[in-house]
């Protein structure tokens, strides 16, 4: 795996765990973010670079399916 792909799936890691932790500590939700935090948390990630847009569209039809 190239450090470009292993640095962006990290990102992608961190601003999904950070931004749910945030979530849960600001409403008192501990179940972690909800799917419209998650699909901001997605958007984030696709600007930043960090994943394709078809990767965006593949994760983003998972997270609308299972809720």
Avoid: P, W, Y
Wanted: contains cysteine; charged residues 20%; aromatic residues 2%.
């Amino acid at each position: 795996m190239s450090n470009k792909l292993l640095a962006a799936a990290l990102l992608v890691c961190v601003i999904m765990t950070l931004t749910g932790c945030v979530a849960a500590i600001g409403n008192g939700d501990t179940r972690g973010a909800t799917v419209g935090q998650q699909l901001v948390d997605l958007q984030k990630a696709k600007d930043a670079g960090a994943i394709t847009d078809a990767e965006f569209q593949e994760q983003k039809a998972r997270l609308l399916k299972r809720h």
